[in-house]
């Protein structure tokens, strides 16, 4: 079974930048795909960042040109870098990761909280 944990939410004033990291128990690059979701109070948990093993990213609208999704295969951890935050991107951040090519399935962390103040 795949392992994700998380780190590197916390406040930030808007403007500011954080990096979260979701270090993952498997061969990063054996994931058909790799994600970041976010989940708003009383919202439902939608995908910001997305990236397949082949290196694609895909970016949700609100975030293009602010956000940027990558990997570290050696350290089997993949990243998401906010730059620019605004108040509407807080939520709790989660990693997903797709492992249904060798039978993992697919995985959620636990989530880290991101508050962007005004």
């Known amino acids: 079974q795949v392992q994700l944990v998380e780190s590197g939410g916390g406040l930030v004033q808007a403007g500011g930048s954080l990096r979260l990291s979701c270090v993952v128990s498997v061969d990063i690059l054996k994931l058909n795909a790799m994600e970041w979701y976010r989940q708003a109070p009383g919202s439902q948990r939608d995908m910001v960042a997305s990236m397949t093993r082949y290196g694609t990213t895909v970016y949700a609208d609100a975030v293009k040109g602010r956000f940027t999704i990558s990997r570290d295969a050696d350290k089997n951890t993949v990243y998401l870098q906010m730059n620019s935050l605004k108040p509407e991107d807080t939520g709790v951040y989660y990693c997903?990761?797709?492992?249904?090519?060798?039978?993992?399935?697919?995985?959620w962390g636990q989530g880290t909280q991101v508050t962007v103040s005004s």
């Open positions: 997903k990761t797709d492992g249904r090519g060798y039978g993992w399935g697919q995985t």
